[in-house]
């Protein structure tokens, strides 16, 4: 994809936050984006809204997050750094 290939440079080896990344598919663990991130970043940690998801992902030692991401205020509590951060799922809505 010409996106990842764009993006490598800026998270390869880094610790990225991504925000949006169970993208609308049910039938998918993950986005494509955020699958990418875990391959090619030191760290992810995916922040997205849908509770139910993002506990079963928990439960299997996922490293996710529930919050709105336009908000993050759940987030923004916990003091977190990252590197970089994406919002590739997100940006065309």
Avoid: W
Wanted: charged share 30%.
């Amino acid at each position: 994809m010409q996106r990842n290939k764009f993006i490598l440079p800026y998270i390869k080896g880094k610790e990225v936050l991504d925000l949006g990344f169970l993208g609308e598919s049910t039938s998918v663990q993950f986005s494509h984006l955020h699958n990418f991130l875990i391959k090619h970043s030191k760290s992810v940690l995916g922040v997205d809204i849908h509770e139910k998801r993002i506990s079963e992902l928990k439960k299997r030692g996922f490293n996710v997050f529930c919050d709105d991401v336009i908000l993050l205020k759940k987030l923004k509590q916990k003091k977190l750094k990252f590197d970089v951060i994406v919002a590739g799922e997100l940006i065309e809505h």
